[in-house]
T-cell receptor, first 112, second 111 residues
């Protein structure tokens, strides 16, 4: 079992839909949870990060962490064609090192 | 541009040749990471520097791979005697706290 599991999709939605992206993880020691967006042949771009359980909102994006279920989510409201990309969840143990463990990524396509 | 810069963006090399990639992190960031990403996968951690000290190496980093960060500024990743399995995107990231910011990557193709 991989430490971080993420459904690779692809996921196709119409413009304006609410998108839900999810990851599960196995190691309860993870402290920080990130979401990155990656366009084709580009580097990952940090969208949001959260510490421990709870919600965080930034514009059309909401990140949720449920540590009791080892489950994290990213919601995108009013999705736009420009949101079409691969979304990667990532997490780390905190502390002084901070290397990230990534999911495989979910490929999202938002159709006009 | 004050982001993470990587050079070259693309590299095609023959099997058995040596290649070197460069990463220039965000200037005030003391942490620097190298990752490798293959098609359909998330990035996988290779190695980590805090300032000039290499503090962590993944088991993915075979003895053909070496990384340096002289003077705690830019970093280089060298792959010796390249193999076709080394074909991947090599990503550099830097951070000062929790958030890690990635460069655009170097795409390596070994033919």
């Amino acid at each position: 079992q991989k430490e971080v599991e993420q459904d690779p999709g692809p996921l196709s939605v119409p413009e304006g839909a609410i998108v839900s992206l999810n990851c599960t993880y196995s190691n309860s020691a993870f402290q920080y949870f990130m979401w990155y967006r990656q366009y084709s042949r580009k580097g990952p771009e940090l969208l949001m990060y959260t510490y421990s359980s709870g919600n965080k909102e930034d514009g059309r994006f909401t990140a949720q962490v449920d540590k009791s279920s080892k489950y994290i989510s990213l919601f995108i409201r009013d999705s736009q064609p420009s949101d079409s990309a691969t979304y990667l969840c990532a997490m780390n143990y905190g502390g002084s090192q901070g290397n990230l463990i990534f999911g495989k990524g979910t490929k999202l396509s938002v159709k006009p | 541009d004050t982001g993470v810069s990587q050079d070259p963006r693309h590299k095609i090399t023959k099997r058995g040749q040596n290649v070197t990639f460069r990463c220039d992190p965000i200037s005030e960031h003391n942490r620097l990471y190298w990752y490798r990403q293959t098609l359909g996968q998330g990035p996988e951690f290779l190695t980590y520097f805090q300032n000039e000290a290499q503090l962590e190496k993944s088991r993915l980093l075979s003895d053909r791979f070496s990384a340096e960060r002289p003077k705690g500024s830019f970093s280089t990743l060298e792959i010796q005697r390249t193999e076709q399995g080394d074909s991947a995107m090599y990503l550099c990231a830097s951070s000062s706290r929790i958030e890690a910011f990635f460069g655009q990557g170097t795409r390596l193709t070994v033919v």
